[in-house]
C-alpha cells in the first residue's frame, strides 16, 4: 500500500492500541473494580501503548520514505551498462529521469516486459537505446514495489511487535505515567531541536552560497559599493559584463520604506490599543478589534494594487500641485500602504500586552490621585514595554520582508537616495528578482540573492539583539 494509505491504517491501529492497552491493564488487575490496585490509571496504560505502537513506526515511515528513492536510485545505476554508468553526473540525472518518466506513464508492466524482451521492430542504434530505457523501468518498476511491500510490512511490524512487547510487562506496580511523560518530554525536546536544527540549516546553506559568491566579488565592494547592476553578460567584450554588486542602494531602500511603514504603523497602532484596552467599552472593543484584525488577513498584492492604483497617483498629483517632482512609483507610496498594513500587527500586540498588565498597578496609581492618562504613560506603557517592543520588532520584520507591494508601489530600480518621493527598491525584491526564471547557480547574479539574504538575516538578527536588551533592561522594574 503507499505511504498516505499506510499513514492511515497506522493511525486506526495507533487507536486500537490504546484501547487494547486499556483493557490488558484492567485485566492485568482481576477486573474494572480492582483498577484502584495499578499503581496509574487505566487510561495511562491505553496512552503509553498508543505512543508505543504509533512513534517508532511513524519514524520508521518517515525514513523509509526519505531514503527510498535514493537507494532506489542506486540500485538502479548499479543494473545499468557500464557505458551509462560512466556518465557526468547530469547526464547521468537526464537519462535516469527519462526512466523515471516511462515508469510512471501509463504504460503497463506487462507492456514494459515486452517491449524489453522482445526488443522493437527495428534493431537501430535508437531503438537499442530506447530498449534499453523501457527495461531500465521495468527494473524501476519492480524495485518500487518491492519498497513498497518492504515498507508496508516492515511498519507494520514494528507497531505489532511494540505492542506485544509492551504489554507482556504490565503489571500492577508498573509506573505507565512516569514513561508516557519520560516519551512527551522527548518529543518536545526533539521539536525543539529540529526547530534549532533548521535555523542552522537555513544559515549554513545561505552561508555556504554566500562564501562561494564572495570568491567572485570583494565582500568590500558588496557591503560598501553604491551601484547595483548585478546583470551580467554572455560575452566579455559586452557592455556592463562584470555587473555591479554594492548593495548599499538596497538596504537604503528597504530601510527608507521600513522607516516611513513604521513612522504610521507605530503612533497609529499604538494609540489605538490604548483606546481599545483603556477607553473603549467592552462592546466597541469587541466590534473593533476584529475588523482592525481583518486588514491583517488581507493579500499583500491587494495592498500593491492599491498602493499602485489609488495612493500613487494621490501622492504624485499632490506633490506635482506643490511643484515637486514625484516619481510614478515613490518610497512614499509603499511605505505609506505597508504601514497600514503593519497597524494591526501593532495595535493587537500591543492591546494584548497593555492588558496583561496587573490591575493592581493601575489601581494603586489611581488611588495616589493619579490621573487615568498619567496612569496610562507612567504606570501601564512601561509595564507592558516588552510586549510593546515585540510587536514593534514583529512589526519591523514583517516590514522588511514584504516583497509585492514594494514591487508594485516603489518599483525596482537601485536609486541611493534618501528622498521618499523617488523610486527606490528593497533587498527582498531584488532577491525574487535574481531568482525568477531559469538561473544558474555557479553565476555571481545568482548567487548574490544568497548574499543578500545573509545580509538581510544579520540585520534582524541585530533588530533582535536590540530588543532582548530593551525588555531586560526594563522588566526588571517590575519582576
Known sequence: ?????????????TLFSYWFGLKRSLKVAGGPEHKKDLTCLPEQFGLLTAMVCGLPALITLLIFNSAEQLVIEQLLTLTLPTKIQSLSSIDLGLYLNNIRSIASSETTPALLKTIATQGLALQTSANIALQGQYNAALTLQTLNQQATWLRTALVLI???VSIIVLVRKFSLTYKARQKSETIIRALLVASSAIAILTTLGIVVSVLFESINFFKSVSPVEFMFGTQWSPQTAMRVDQVGGSGAFGAIPLFAGTMLITFIAMILAVPVGLMIAIYLSQYASPRLRSIAKPMLEVLAGIPTVV???????TVAPVIR???ESFG?????ESALAAGLVMGTMIIPFVSSLSEDAISAVPKSLKEASLGMGATHSETVVNVLLPAALPGIVGAILLAVSRAIGETMIVVMAAGMAANLTANPLDSVTTVTVQIVTLLTGDQEFDSPKTLAA???????????????ILALKVVRKYREQYD
Open 1 to 13: 500500500m503507499n505511504s498516505s494509505l499506510l499513514f492511515v491504517v497506522l493511525i486506526g491501529l
Open 158 to 160: 514494528i507497531a505489532v
Open 303 to 309: 495592498y500593491g494594487f492599491f498602493a499602485a492604483l
Open 317 to 319: 498629483n499632490v506633490g
Open 324 to 328: 515637486l517632482s514625484v516619481a510614478s
Open 450 to 464: 544568497f548574499a543578500l539574504g545573509l545580509m538581510l538575516f544579520i540585520t534582524t538578527l541585530g533588530l533582535n
